[in-house]
């Protein structure tokens, strides 16, 4: 196979999975399409239009999360696109979304950071990007020089670029509308990150429930590699680099990253343990650099204006810009960017205009059904890693999701440990059979059917789920648990006779 030739088992669709590939996965054959979201903005939403909701939780298979939280509760990719605003000094992620966005090349312009970073060896791009102090977007906040570093650091040889575009996360629509509305920066991204790291090959995993989203960004790279900023001699020079897009098939478990490679690679894709980390053996057990798409999207900006630059927006620990994406209970719903360091109350009050008629929060989530809730009297807490993280929340992906009085604590409960049980890929005891327990225990509760012993039950397998998860689903669900009864006890323990 020569460098740029793609494994033979994805070389594009249509892909015939294994059988016991295939059970894993909820979607194998698309079967997505015109189907109604049951993803947790539109739990939160389901007042608005009960009979949707229902109709959403009578599909079989289920279907999570369609990008449309602006709309919820919501059917299908039918409604308008959502409004975008950028609250920052500076654009650098929504800068070129909303108004059908920059498609082609002819809209983006040429490649200039790409041309500069060639212009430059690789170690300095490797060094803007320590520089920048930009941290992983798609969840973990992981720094990404010291995740290119590593990669850069492996012997010569094949390395992959992966983008996680999974986006999986209810609440989130962030990453739906970048590569829908801007694929070329995550590709010139990609091709960026590929020079820096030494590797000739990248992959885009998008979830089937993205259909445009797939097709832009196919066009663009057939488009990028028309115009030879992929293939071999890129820019003149002696870089060779080309992409491929993976269409996933409905798996949320599938935006983990050893879950994903795994993927790729046409394997049953049960999270994996780690170390080795996939930056030492990733995907075909070659080191591989996989970034979540609005974190490589920050890349050309960081090129082009300097580590330091992006370094002089935010704070604290965290640096540059977060998109973030508002659901339908907000009064003004949409795509926002802002500068590290507002306050959710500021997110929830002043750009989300706060609740549509007059609602009353509950709570919010920030980041998807995996991460702690905000209650009210916490929401002057500055969107931060680490002061997120200190209340037990976490900036996630950056969807939010506002919760008002239609919202029962208890169904919040249920609702989210149902997804967990769902999606749960079913390798470690506490998440697969733990997490449907505790649904069941809460399905109880609201039905006025539990016990004090049946709390103390759901208080042990939150403690397991903690203790004894292989990946941050399992950790995550007993994060957002935890926030629950600690911050809900008034709602959650009148329910336990
Ligand atoms: C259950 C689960 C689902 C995840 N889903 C996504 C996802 O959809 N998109 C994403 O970028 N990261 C997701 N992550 C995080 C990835 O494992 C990984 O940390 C991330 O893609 C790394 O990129 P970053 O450093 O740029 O954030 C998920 C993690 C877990 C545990
Ligand atoms: S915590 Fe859940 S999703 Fe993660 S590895 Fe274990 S069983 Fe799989």
Same mark, same amino acid.
């Given at each position: 196979?020569?460098?740029?030739?793609?494994?033979?088992?994805?070389?594009?669709?249509?892909?015939?999975?294994?059988?016991?590939?295939?059970?894993?996965?909820?979607?194998?054959?698309?079967?997505?399409?015109?189907?109604?979201?049951?993803?947790?903005?539109?739990?939160?939403?389901?007042?608005?239009?009960?009979?949707?909701?229902?109709?959403?939780?009578?599909?079989?298979?289920?279907?999570?999360?369609?990008?449309?939280?602006?709309?919820?509760?919501?059917?299908?990719?039918?409604?308008?696109?959502?409004?975008?605003?950028?609250?920052?000094?500076?654009?650098?992620?929504?800068?070129?979304?909303?108004?059908?966005?920059?498609?082609?090349?002819?809209?983006?312009?040429?490649?200039?950071?790409?041309?500069?970073?060639?212009?430059?060896?690789?170690?300095?791009?490797?060094?803007?990007?320590?520089?920048?102090?930009?941290?992983?977007?798609?969840?973990?906040?992981?720094?990404?020089?010291?995740?290119?570093?590593?990669?850069?650091?492996?012997?010569?040889?094949?390395?992959?670029?992966?983008?996680?575009?999974?986006?999986?996360?209810?609440?989130?629509?962030?990453?739906?509308?970048?590569?829908?509305?801007?694929?070329?920066?995550?590709?010139?991204?990609?091709?960026?990150?590929?020079?820096?790291?030494?590797?000739?090959?990248?992959?885009?995993?998008?979830?089937?429930?993205?259909?445009?989203?797939?097709?832009?960004?196919?066009?663009?790279?057939?488009?990028?590699?028309?115009?030879?900023?992929?293939?071999?001699?890129?820019?003149?020079?002696?870089?060779?680099?080309?992409?491929?897009?993976?269409?996933?098939?409905?798996?949320?478990?599938?935006?983990?990253?050893?879950?994903?490679?795994?993927?790729?690679?046409?394997?049953?894709?049960?999270?994996?343990?780690?170390?080795?980390?996939?930056?030492?053996?990733?995907?075909?057990?070659?080191?591989?650099? %996989?970034?979540? &798409? +609005?974190?490589? /999207?920050? =890349?050309?900006? #960081? !090129?082009?204006?300097? $580590?330091?630059?992006?370094?002089?927006?935010?704070?604290?620990?965290?640096?540059?810009?977060?998109?973030?994406?508002?659901?339908?209970?907000?009064?003004?719903?949409? %795509?926002?960017? &802002? +500068?590290?360091? /507002?306050? =959710?109350?500021? #997110? !929830?009050?002043?750009? $989300?205009?706060?609740?549509?008629?007059?609602?009353?929060?509950?709570?919010?989530?920030?980041?998807?059904?995996?991460?702690?809730?905000?209650?009210?009297?916490?929401?002057?807490?500055?969107?931060?890693?680490?002061?997120?993280?200190?209340?037990?929340?976490?900036?996630?992906?950056?969807?939010?999701?506002?919760?008002?009085?239609?919202?029962?604590?208890?169904?919040?409960?249920?609702?989210?440990?149902?997804?967990?049980?769902?999606?749960?890929?079913?390798?470690?005891?506490?998440?697969?059979?733990?997490?449907?327990?505790?649904?069941?225990?809460?399905?109880?509760?609201?039905?006025?059917?539990?016990?004090?012993?049946?709390?103390?039950?759901?208080?042990?397998?939150?403690?397991?789920?903690?203790?004894?998860?292989?990946?941050?689903?399992?950790?995550?669900?007993?994060?957002?648990?935890?926030?629950?009864?600690?911050?809900?006890?008034?709602?959650?323990?009148?329910?336990?006779?």
């Amino acid at each position: 196979m020569s460098r740029l030739a793609f494994h033979p088992a994805i070389a594009g669709p249509p892909l015939t999975l294994a059988a016991d590939v295939e059970s894993f996965y909820h979607l194998p054959h698309g079967e997505h399409a015109g189907k109604a979201c049951q993803g947790t903005a539109c739990f939160a939403a389901r007042h608005l239009n009960p009979a949707l909701w229902a109709e959403a939780n009578a599909q079989n298979p289920r279907v999570y999360c369609l990008g449309e939280c602006f709309a919820a509760p919501a059917k299908g990719q039918t409604n308008p696109r959502p409004p975008v605003k950028v609250f920052s000094r500076q654009g650098i992620v929504l800068g070129r979304i909303g108004a059908g966005g920059a498609r082609t090349l002819a809209d983006y312009g040429n490649y200039a950071a790409l041309a500069k970073a060639l212009q430059h060896p690789p170690e300095q791009v490797l060094a803007a990007v320590e520089a920048s102090g930009l941290r992983g977007r798609g969840g973990a906040g992981f720094p990404a020089g010291r995740k290119w570093r590593a990669v850069a650091s492996q012997p010569a040889g094949e390395k992959y670029v992966v983008a996680n575009a999974d986006e999986g996360d209810a609440g989130a629509y962030i990453d739906r509308y970048l590569m829908e509305d801007d694929p070329h920066a995550l590709i010139e991204a990609m091709i960026v990150a590929g020079y820096a790291v030494g590797a000739s090959k990248g992959y885009i995993y998008v979830r089937l429930e993205y259909p445009l989203a797939n097709s832009v960004l196919r066009a663009a790279i057939a488009e990028a590699r028309a115009a030879g900023w992929l293939g071999p001699h890129i820019g003149g020079k002696n870089f060779a680099f080309d992409l491929e897009v993976y269409t996933g098939h409905g798996s949320y478990v599938c935006g983990e990253e050893t879950s994903l490679l795994r993927s790729i690679e046409g394997k049953r894709p049960e999270v994996m343990a780690r170390p080795p980390y996939p930056t030492e053996r990733g995907l075909f057990d070659q080191p591989t650099l %996989l970034n979540n &798409v +609005e974190t490589l /999207v920050n =890349v050309p900006w #960081i !090129v082009t204006h300097g $580590g330091e630059a992006y370094a002089a927006l935010g704070f604290n620990k965290s640096r540059g810009t977060k998109a973030l994406s508002l659901n339908s209970l907000f009064n003004q719903p949409g %795509l926002y960017e &802002v +500068e590290f360091g /507002v306050t =959710v109350r500021h #997110i !929830v009050e002043e750009i $989300g205009g706060g609740l549509r008629g007059g609602g009353k929060l509950k709570g919010v989530l920030i980041g998807g059904p995996i991460i702690g809730i905000i209650p009210p009297h916490l929401i002057d807490t500055p969107l931060g890693f680490e002061e997120l993280a200190a209340i037990g929340a976490g900036v996630g992906h950056g969807g939010v999701v506002a919760f008002d009085e239609h919202t029962s604590i208890p169904e919040l409960m249920e609702h989210v440990f149902s997804f967990g049980a769902y999606e749960s890929c079913g390798k470690c005891t506490p998440c697969r059979s733990g997490s449907g327990r505790v649904e069941e225990i809460f399905a109880n509760a609201v039905a006025g059917d539990a016990t004090k012993a049946d709390l103390q039950e759901g208080r042990d397998l939150v403690a397991a789920l903690k203790l004894a998860s292989l990946c941050g689903h399992g950790t995550g669900l007993a994060r957002f648990a935890e926030s629950i009864l600690n911050y809900y006890p008034q709602e959650i323990e009148p329910c336990f006779k």
